[in-house]
T-cell receptor, first 116, second 116 residues
């Protein structure tokens, strides 16, 4: 079956520090990969996505590259801000694993706290 | 901005009672998903509708759970004879179907269920 493993948190960084949150996956097919973010008190929002190998997803200064050879999709940001404090979820969608439903399989989430 | 809405936002019930949650997707979205999220975990897929048809159900969806989407618009998730293990955040998401293409799932704010 499909699964996503991401680094455990919480992660605490000072403002302007470099961020990496590791994510690796196991999939039966050729998945699409995503990072979702959940800000305090809000619902999940798609942060970025990549649909094929070597694709780089990017948004709001965050980047992640789809590495098929290492089955990874690590999230990076060069300089975090206090407003980036949130829980980050790595996820995959493998439409061949479930009648083309595009259901998402999520990791457990990594809580990021950025201090001034 | 008419995003995905869920009602109620919070529900406290006693063990053995029945509860029903409602999800209103974005109006032009024909796909609707239900997920469950417990503390410290990522969301887990429960079930999926394409229009009014329920096309996939997770093994997590026991016989006490039932979901409907009459007329392909809003959806309800009912839990009968609730148990303390049902305490979780229930998330609804919707997306627009384009064959062979993954479309972003937009999530609602969730309904937090507490079973006493």
């Amino acid at each position: 079956g499909n699964s996503v493993t991401q680094m455990e948190g919480p992660v605490t960084l000072s403002e302007e520090a470099f961020l990496t949150i590791n994510c690796t996956y196991t999939a039966t097919g050729y998945p699409s990969l995503f990072w979702y973010v959940q800000y305090p008190g809000e619902g999940l929002q798609l942060l970025l996505k990549a649909t094929k190998a070597d694709d780089k997803g990017s948004n709001k200064g965050f980047e992640a590259t789809y590495r098929k050879e290492t089955t990874s999709f690590h999230l990076e940001k060069g300089s975090v801000q206090v407003s980036d404090s949130a829980v980050y979820f790595c996820a995959l969608s493998d439409r061949f694993s479930g009648a083309g439903s595009y259901q998402l399989t999520f990791g457990k989430g990594t809580k990021l706290s950025v201090i001034p | 901005d008419t995003g995905v809405s869920q009602d109620p936002r919070h529900k406290i019930t006693k063990r053995g009672q029945n509860v029903t949650f409602r999800c209103d997707p974005i109006s032009e979205h024909n796909r609707l998903y239900w997920y469950r999220q417990t503390l410290g975990q990522g969301p887990e897929f429960l079930t999926y509708f394409q229009n009014e048809a329920q096309l996939e159900k997770s093994r997590l969806l026991s016989d006490r759970f039932s979901a409907e989407r009459p007329k392909g618009s809003f959806s309800t998730l009912e839990i009968q004879h609730t148990e303390q293990g049902d305490s979780a955040m229930y998330l609804c998401a919707s997306s627009k179907d384009r064959a062979g293409v993954y479309n972003e799932q937009f999530f609602g704010p969730g309904t937090r269920l507490t079973v006493l």
